[in-house]
């Protein structure tokens, strides 16, 4: 089964309804079998700006499940080795620095990216 969408750009003035009636008769007659039809009212740019709006992806749900992960995991245990003391807050500030890292790898992933730049 295929799906056929045919767009009619029609004047303010100009009744619809009598052209969907119009355009679906046409369709009947040639054969071809019609099992829905409505009215969009939306313009050719509004339909544009949609297609164009479906190619953004929000965010990359991978990257902010890694970066949460890596900030939460290497966070906490730059914490915990820093309230231990002495040489231990040394691995404390590796530890910070990698939260850092995940950090700006979980903002970044969190922008909105075209689906081309995946």
Not at 11 to 24: G, T
Not at 28 to 42: E, M
Not at 99 to 110: Q, Y
Request: hydrophobic content about 50%; aromatic content about 8%.
């Amino acid at each position: 089964m295929s799906a056929l969408w045919i767009t009619i750009t029609l004047p303010d003035e100009a009744d619809n309804e009598d052209m969907r009636r119009r355009a679906v008769d046409a369709l009947h007659d040639s054969g071809i079998t019609v099992y829905r039809a409505w009215v969009d009212h939306r313009t050719p740019a509004d339909i544009r700006a949609q297609a164009d709006d479906a190619r953004i992806v929000r965010r990359d749900p991978a990257g902010v499940t890694l970066g949460a992960g890596v900030t939460a995991l290497f966070g906490g245990l730059a914490v915990w080795l820093f309230t231990l003391g002495g040489w231990w807050a040394l691995a404390a500030v590796a530890c910070a620095l990698l939260a850092v890292f995940g950090l700006v790898g979980l903002t970044e992933a969190l922008h909105r990216k075209p689906r081309t730049s995946r």
